[in-house]
């Protein structure tokens, strides 16, 4: 990442980020639980964690987590939606710094090794 204070700078350089770089900015907080065993704070999302909405309208709702756009630094929950005008549910985005991971997806061998880092 770029080393300049100025916010203009630090926009461009998330904006211009490769994939890579850009995974790392899909972190969340994990819980208290998690926080103990792991001796981690934060943890990169992967589809299927289970998280907690922490901020915003839908605060206090879990679910799993549905996707993961790297593009738009957003994710999708099981859970939360809004409703449109002619009464269809779509998935809300939500922004994964709102979100705190209560259940990590181990199915990766490769996920269980960054975690014992």
Request: proline residues 5%.
């Amino acid at each position: 990442m770029e080393k300049s204070k100025q916010p203009r700078k630090q926009r461009k350089a998330r904006y211009n980020a490769p994939l890579h770089i850009r995974h790392k900015f899909m972190s969340a907080s994990l819980s208290d639980e998690l926080r103990a065993k792991y001796e981690k704070r934060s943890f990169p999302l992967r589809k299927g964690d289970t998280v907690t909405v922490m901020r915003g309208d839908n605060r206090g709702k879990a679910g799993k987590v549905r996707t993961i756009d790297l593009k738009r630094e957003k994710i999708t929950v099981e859970g939360v939606v809004v409703a449109r005008s002619d009464l269809s549910e779509v998935p809300r985005p939500v922004h994964p710094s709102n979100v705190m991971i209560t259940k990590l997806e181990l199915k990766d061998k490769l996920r269980e090794t960054a975690l014992s880092r």
